[in-house]
């Protein structure tokens, strides 16, 4: 009787796993395929520095050809070069803070397209400087999980000017591509800085879109 019972509890197990067991291989076998989290970081990483690396290389090509344009045609040339790497939708949400949300639509492209400007601006008055020198990477590393650091700095060969240490910082943007959402150049915050002037402006001026678009289109 106890035989039996053992002989039928043995079937029993054994056909338990010849049900399940290919269940556990393919489990097991999508397992091993998924990349490691350390191989998911270091191919954000590589791709994050490539963006840049990109970026960099089509700016000295930039530079180099507008050498003799004045600064108006200068920055068209460069607008959609920003509009391609950039995410102005971060950026402009970060430099308003809550009085984003009560900006109606027109208001809120009209904003990003006066960041925009001021973007190049920025851009025009340091990077048009590889035109001469050159952009030599440095080190890159996540903060959190879905912030990258890159650091890099331009540099005079000659050592006739001092370098210009840079700090880009990116993020993915909704499309799954990776986009830069804020720059320092010598420790200074393109975001931060820019932020505090406008939230400045919307305080005195409660929260007065039109307003704060003149005086940055002021600055043209």
């Not at 990483?45 to 050498?67: D, G, P, R, V, Y």
């Amino acid at each position: 009787m106890l035989i039996s019972k053992t002989i039928n509890l043995t079937k029993s197990l054994k056909n338990y796993w010849n049900k399940i067991k290919d269940f556990f291989l393919i489990v097991l076998l999508f397992v091993l395929l998924l990349p490691l989290p350390n191989q998911v970081f270091s191919e954000e990483l590589e791709k994050s520095n490539q963006l840049i690396e990109e970026m960099i290389i089509k700016s000295k090509k930039h530079a180099i050809e507008t050498l003799e344009l004045n600064k108006e045609e200068r920055s068209e040339k460069i607008t959609p070069l920003i509009r391609q790497y950039v995410n102005l939708d971060f950026m402009a949400r970060a430099t308003t803070g809550s009085f984003w949300s009560k900006a109606n639509d027109e208001q809120q492209l009209r904003y990003k397209d006066a960041l925009l400007h001021q973007i190049v601006n920025t851009v025009e008055e340091h990077l048009n400087t590889l035109a001469t020198l050159t952009y030599t990477p440095l080190n890159s590393e996540f903060r959190g999980k879905k912030i990258i650091y890159i650091r890099g700095k331009i540099e005079d060969k000659s050592k006739n000017n001092p370098p210009i240490n840079l700090l880009w910082k990116l993020a993915k943007s909704q499309n799954e591509t990776m986009s830069i959402i804020d720059l320092e150049i010598e420790g200074i915050s393109l975001v931060t800085s820019h932020k505090s002037e406008v939230m400045s402006i919307l305080r005195k001026n409660k929260g007065d879109f039109d307003y704060l678009i003149e005086r940055l289109n002021k600055k043209k």
